[in-house]
Every structure is written in C-alpha cells, then in structure tokens.
C-alpha cells in the first residue's frame, strides 16, 4: 500500500494569507484544464473523488490541498493547482490568479516539486511551457505525467514520450539554474507508470513506499 493511498482533503486556498503554515513538504499538480490531472491524483491515491474532476473544464479555480499521515501523524501535503487553458474569467479574477499561483510556485518553502499533467495526443502547449518557465527558476524539480497513453499505439506513445524529454533536454541545456526535468508515459484508465510515479512523489515528500501493484 503507497502512503499516497491515506490522502485526505485538506483545506482549499483563495488568498496566500490562507495558505497552511506548516513546515511539511509539498508536491504541486499543474496541468492544462482536460489534460487529465484531477484523474491523475484520484488514481494515484487511489480514491475516485479526491480531487474534483469538472465536467466544465477550468472551472475549479483554488489551491486545493491533500495531506497525507502515517500513524495518524500529518507528513505531507499533495496540492491540486488550478488547471488552466479553458476558464473564461473576468481581468480582476486572473490577477488574482496569476499573483496566487505566482507567489505559491516561486516563494513556497515547502513546494519540493511540481508534477505537470501533459495530454500525449497534445504534447507540450504553449500553456504548459508558459508554466515551466514559469516555475523552473525555482530550481525544483518537474516530473511530467505524459497522460491518456493508453490512447495511442506503441510507436505514437514512443514518439510523445521522446518528444516531451527532447523539448525538456533543450530546457535544460538552456538554462543552468533550472531543477531536473523528466517526464514518463502514464495512464489513468490502463493504470500505465502507476507505480514509477508513486516513486518518485514518495522520494520528493521523504516517505517510505511499498510497492504499488499494477
């Protein structure tokens, strides 16, 4: 059983003040709106609604955070970003956005990484390079999710994939100050890189993991 399986809802957040003031560390879920991202973490802590999956694409529009315990003691966070690419807002409101997200991604102490939910019929959006310039100055680590895998044949899941590391490898060889970029194919619905992602998150938060079965 994965620690990630004992998340539970935490507290959502409007404005930094709200923000939880604990010093535990946090991992951040970014992604295009419909990339597959709320799945993604329902998946991963194995639970069917977790996280909200909007039938409306955009429509979830805070901070949401996950914590995770181990002997009913809180270790960890897991926090849901707001997708972005289809919400139709007012100018005010994306301020407030942009200033919320901004602030969370480049001064949070505790943010240990960002996990970036990629569709791999899409690849890299222009959104999602917005977001990766945006955040990887922190010198964070990105892992990207290469989601809805199980939708493409062998050879056009080969060719998303090495797309996204190629785009990721020009990235890095760009910029020196930039944390390690990654990404792996993944699939909610076939269950594809279940167990590498759960891996990875458990090293990032410092939990101790058993084996996820496939």
């Known amino acids: 059983?994965?620690?990630?399986?004992?998340?539970?809802?935490?507290?959502?957040?409007?404005?930094?003040?709200?923000?939880?003031?604990?010093?535990?560390?946090?991992?951040a879920f970014a992604?295009?709106?419909?990339?597959?991202?709320?799945?993604?973490i329902n998946v991963l802590c194995s639970q069917k609604r977790l996280a909200f999956a909007s039938k409306t694409p955009g429509r979830t529009q805070h901070i949401n955070f996950f914590s995770l315990a181990e002997k009913e003691e809180h270790i960890a966070?897991?926090?849901?970003?707001?997708?972005?690419?289809?919400?139709?807002?007012?100018?005010?409101?994306?301020?407030?956005?942009?200033?919320?997200?901004?602030?969370?991604?480049?001064?949070?102490?505790?943010?240990?990484?960002?996990?970036?939910?990629v569709d791999a019929r899409r690849g890299l959006t222009d959104l999602?390079?917005?977001?990766?310039?945006?955040?990887?100055?922190?010198?964070?680590?990105?892992?990207?999710?290469?989601?809805?895998?199980?939708?493409?044949?062998?050879?056009?899941?080969?060719?998303?994939?090495?797309?996204?590391?190629?785009?990721?490898?020009?990235?890095e060889k760009s910029h020196s100050n930039f944390g390690s970029l990654t990404a792996q194919l993944f699939s909610s619905t076939k269950r594809i890189g279940l167990e590498q992602a759960d891996v990875l998150l458990c090293v990032w938060l410092n939990l101790s993991t058993i084996k996820v079965s496939q």
């Open 1 to 27: 059983m994965s620690k990630l399986q004992q998340a539970k809802f935490l507290v959502t957040v409007n404005h930094i003040a709200d923000l939880p003031a604990d010093p535990l560390p946090e991992v």
């Open 77 to 117: 966070n897991l926090v849901d970003l707001p997708g972005y690419g289809f919400a139709q807002v007012n100018r005010k409101t994306q301020s407030h956005w942009d200033k919320l997200l901004s602030t969370y991604l480049q001064e949070r102490v505790q943010l240990k990484g960002m996990i970036l939910i």
């Open 31 to 40: 992604g295009r709106s419909n990339a597959g991202k709320s799945t993604a």
């Open 128 to 171: 999602d390079r917005n977001m990766l310039n945006w955040f990887c100055p922190s010198g964070k680590p990105v892992h990207i999710l290469v989601t809805k895998c199980d939708k493409l044949n062998q050879s056009e899941k080969a060719l998303a994939l090495k797309s996204v590391q190629s785009e990721l490898s020009v990235l």
